[in-house]
């Protein structure tokens, strides 16, 4: 096999990466009615939590990832 055709590694996303993603996904699954505003922002936040980005990056950062999701879509 030549070096051009052996598949090349991906990266593995970040945490934080992840966190904006799931955001902008929450955001968008509440703009269609999906669920209600405290469920969509409770569950982000317990995931946070979880992955421990509250300690990394600081609550106020966790909380302007989500309202900045939630801003793109109103």
Known sequence: MTAAARPQPT???SAL???V???E???LL????EFD????VDELQAAAERD???DRISQDKVQAIIAEAFAKVC
């Open 11 to 13: 990266a593995v996303p």
């Open 17 to 19: 990466e992840i966190f």
């Open 21 to 23: 993603a799931r955001a």
């Open 25 to 27: 996904a929450r955001a």
């Open 30 to 33: 509440w703009q269609a009615d």
């Open 37 to 40: 505003l405290n469920t969509a």
């Open 52 to 54: 421990s980005l509250v």
